[in-house]
């Protein structure tokens, strides 16, 4: 991908990552990272509402199937391993329980969120 069209991406998916943290905070989630990086990978978003942790993946494409087609098998993978670095160094969240979430972002602005999206293993 040439260096300007993975800036615009970059871009791209900082405005959609903004957008989502602020519906969720807009829901009564705490948002407690964002772009979260580990050895493995990176968390877009990770937040919590009454006890519940969610990893949140947020996919901006240009139409929500294809935002959803986005996460691959491997990509959870390396989601999962990712929550459980954010896990070692921040215990005492989730005590009603975790999960993955993915949140799709199309062209128009239409945002869809897909609660408890995959479990790893």
């Given amino acids: 991908m040439p ?3 993975r800036a615009a991406a970059e871009a791209r998916g900082r405005r959609a990552e903004a957008l989502v943290a602020e519906r969720l905070a807009a829901e009564g989630w705490r948002i407690l990272a964002q772009r979260h990086r580990a050895p493995v990978g ?3 978003l990770v ?3 009454e006890g519940l942790l969610a990893f949140i993946e947020v996919k901006a494409r240009a139409r929500l ?3 959803a087609a986005a996460l691959t098998p491997h ?3 390396r989601l999962a391993a990712a929550a459980e670095h954010w ?3 921040n215990p ?3 005590a009603a329980g975790m999960r993955f979430d993915v949140v799709l ?3 128009a602005g239409t945002m869809r969120r897909i609660a408890d999206a995959f479990r790893p293993g």
Wanted: hydrophobic fraction near 45%; charged fraction near 25%; glycine fraction near 12%.
């Fill in 3 to 5: 260096a300007g069209t």
């Fill in 75 to 77: 990509q959870q993978a």
């Fill in 65 to 67: 199937a294809d935002a």
């Fill in 92 to 94: 005492g969240h989730g």
């Fill in 105 to 107: 972002l199309d062209a």
């Fill in 87 to 89: 896990l070692a160094l």
């Fill in 47 to 49: 937040a919590e509402r």
């Fill in 42 to 44: 990176e968390l877009d």
